[in-house]
Each structure stands twice: as C-alpha cells, then as structure tokens.
C-alpha cells in the first residue's frame, strides 16, 4: 500500500516533469465514492486551463498547487498511485496497471493532459482513495489533521519520548495513528519495530527513552532510504523484512522466524525471537502467546488452509465446536445402533425364522408396553423402526465416519446385511419387512 516514500515518489516525478505546464484538457471519472464532494464537471471546470506551480506532500496526501485554486488533493488509499506516460514513476507493489494496459487506464479517476502533450493519471482499483477539489488543502480534514510528518518534520528523541510516555496504548497503534505521526503506515512501522527489536504490542508509554531513541533512528532511517530510492522496493537492504513479511504462511527473515499477529487493527508480522514483550507486560502476553500457538496448531492440523492467523485462530474455535457435535451425534447413532444389534442378529436366519421372531417380538412389544391393539399394527412398527436405523447406520458409515469400541455391534450389522453365507447369493434383508407385513396380514 502506498505510504510516506510512495507518495513521496509520485509527489516529485509531478515536480520533475509537470511544473510550469498548463491543463489543456481534464476526464473526471463519475465515481462519487472516490471523487469526494464536487461534480466530474465542477472538477474539470476547475482545472482546465490553469498551470501547474508545484506539488506537495503531507504525510500520505499530496496536493497539486496551480496558479490559483481550487487546488486538486489525492488521499491515496489503499492502491492509489499517479502515472506519468513515458515516465517511470514507481509502481506500489499492489497496483493493478501496467506498462502494457490501455491508456489511459479503466481504473483512472483523474486524467491530465498538459500543453506540451505529456499526460498524467491518478488510478485506484480498491476505491479506498479519496480525491477532493479545495481552495485550501492544509487548512481542512483530512490535512490539517496530521501530524508532523515523518520525513519533514522529524521529532528530537526528547519530544518522541515525552509524546511516547504520555500513551497507554501499543507502539504500533500508535505508529499507525497519524494525528500523532503522519506517514508512516503498515510495512513502515513493522519494519522500524523490527529493526529497533521492540514488539508491536508493547505499550508505548513502558518504552524506556534508549529504546525510543532507537525506535526514532529507525523511522528516519527507513523513510529517508526508502525515499532517496524513489520507494523502489527491489532497492530495498535484502535484510529489511519488507522482503518477506507479504506471503500468507510465515517465513523468515535473516534465519528468523516471521509470526503474524493483530496490532493496531492491522495484520502484523514480527520476529518472537528478536522482539519479545519486556517489563511487567512479559507474563500476561506470554499467556497469551501460548493460547495463540494451541489455537494455530489445531487449526493447521484439520485444514491446513493458508490464511493469516488471526483467522486461523477464529476458525480453529468453529472447527473444535464443529468436531464435538459431531462427536456426540456419532455417539448417540452407536448406542442406537449397538441396542439393535440383537433383533438384527435375529434376522440372519431364513425367512420364515425371521418372521416367527418378528411376530414374538411384536407380542412382547405390546405386552411390555401394557397395551391391547392389533399385532400387525405393532410389527409394522417395529419394522419400520427397525428400517430407520438401518438407514441411519448406513448413511453413518458410508460418510467414513470412525466411532469408538461401542460401533463395533453397528458394524457387524452392517456386514449381516449384505450376505447371508458364505458361497451364497444372497439379497439384502431390507426387504425382509415387506414381506414380514404380506405375510402377517394373510394370517390375520
């Protein structure tokens, strides 16, 4: 996602290729949900015709200054990005255009074209960018805002650890939290906490001042670099963890195993070994470690999806209240069909055998139950019920379903119902209640 040293980047290739040239011709796209708070024509109205004088930047927005205002602003988002035809200006690792897609771009909200024909273009796939048209940016939100921005107005280590003290909340909550410092977003902060060996979790304000003066070294070392590269990751130190924090499992980074955790509402990959949680906040998040590792583990063994953890941990829970009811059904099915067990043993003799069982069976039925009625009535009945779980056994174990010692009596009941004897061709004695029923009603 673009961030300070991208922005950075597109701000200056403006100022390189675009200052002193004027507007002969604007395309506003009619997305409102990007271009926020004044018509495509009102847009275009306001920039035809002007020239450009500068471009400038603030933390993650920029702003194209013309000879008077209103002046247009560009909230990059989550895949903003400006393109210059024929200029290179640097690519986000998430942008969907490129050098080969039409021009300009389906995914352009802004289109440029200046006097001497060069044409510029701001795009966003996602939609999370805003674009707005105003006469003072620094003056109104999002803008005035901010605050100091990480490359231009960098704190002493005094005012970053005085600031720090005074926030009972995580470092890089507070990192990403850009009324406190403006620029800096998610790969930039794992990446100063990374290299400063501080954890994403730890409270900022228990952070002793040698450690915030290195936190601080890192920021500006990590934005100046990223910035005098034109944010050109393939630039990047092969040692930062940039290079190995975006696959979805966990990697490692300089034989260090990389973790993902949620920090700051943010996805956030951290190395355990090298930043550990330190004071008296050590114990409970060792705790919570340990629980986090039972959930991941138990969710790689039933499905092994690669998804971050955090949605491991959420569908690990699912999974184990998945397995338990399943358990119990299979457990109740068992002793179901282990109780039956006896009648259906019954029914391996022949026909006739099965039919003087079934017909006593119904008698004691009636009797145990206290109750007069018409026999053929009960041994339809018990019949039928016998049926059912037959079926219900089957479906059982045609699903694979493994039970405990108590299924064994299912299983034989099973097999009994396929053959009668060995050398034998025989049917299966699911049609033994049908004709049990013929049979019994030409009695009765």
């Known amino acids: 996602m673009p961030e300070l040293p991208e922005v950075e980047a597109a701000r200056r290739a403006i100022e390189d290729h675009c200052i002193g040239k004027k507007i002969v ?52 988002g989550m895949a903003g990005a400006i393109y210059i035809k024929g200029v290179a200006v640097t690519k986000y690792k998430r942008s969907a255009v490129k050098d080969d897609d039409e021009w300009p771009s389906k995914y352009s909200k802004v289109f440029l074209e200046l006097d001497d024909g060069l044409e510029l273009s701001f795009t966003d796939k996602r939609r999370f960018a805003r674009v707005r048209s105003l006469k003072n940016p620094i003056s109104v939100p999002p803008i005035s805002e901010l605050g100091p921005d990480a490359l231009l107005e960098p704190m002493t280590v005094d005012e970053f650890y005085k600031a720090f003290s005074k926030k009972k909340i995580g470092v890089k909550a507070l990192l990403l939290d850009q009324s406190f410092i403006s620029g800096i977003g998610n790969w930039i902060a794992d990446e100063v906490l990374y290299q400063a060996r501080i954890h994403p979790m730890q409270t900022a304000s228990s952070i002793s001042k040698e450690d915030c003066a290195t936190l601080l070294k890192c920021i500006n070392e990590v934005t100046e670099f990223a910035v005098e590269v034109d944010a050109d990751c393939s630039r990047f130190p092969s040692e930062w963890l940039f290079h190995y924090r975006w696959g979805k499992k966990p990697g490692k980074v300089n034989g260090k195993k990389i973790e993902f955790i949620t920090a700051g509402g943010r996805t956030s990959a951290f190395v355990p070994d090298l930043q550990k949680i330190v004071g008296a906040e050590s114990a409970k998040a060792a705790g919570k470690r340990q629980q986090g590792k039972v959930q991941r583990v138990e969710h790689n063994d039933s499905d092994g999806e690669d998804e971050e953890p955090e949605i491991e941990e959420a569908e690990a829970g699912k999974s184990k209240g998945k397995r338990r009811g399943t358990d119990n059904k299979r457990a109740s099915t068992n002793k179901k069909l282990k109780g039956s067990n006896g009648d259906n043993d019954e029914n391996d003799n022949d026909n006739d055998g099965g039919l003087k069982n079934t017909s006593e069976k119904a008698k004691q039925s009636g009797s145990s139950k206290g109750k007069g009625g018409n026999q053929e009535k009960k041994a339809r009945a018990n019949m039928a019920a016998k049926r059912k779980l037959e079926e219900s056994g089957d479906d059982e174990d045609d699903d694979g379903s493994e039970g405990d010692d108590d299924n064994e009596g299912g299983k034989d009941h099973k097999l009994s119902g396929k053959t009668k004897s060995k050398g034998k061709k025989t049917t299966k004695r699911t049609a033994e209640p049908r004709q049990t029923r013929n049979k019994l009603s030409n009695k009765h």
């Open 25 to 76: 011709k604007a395309i506003i796209a009619d997305d409102p949900k990007v271009i926020d708070g004044v018509s495509p024509d009102d847009f275009r109205a306001s920039l035809e015709g002007k020239t450009i004088v500068a471009a400038n930047r603030k933390g993650k927005n920029m702003w194209i200054e013309l000879d008077f205002p209103p002046f247009p602003t560009f909230q990059f």
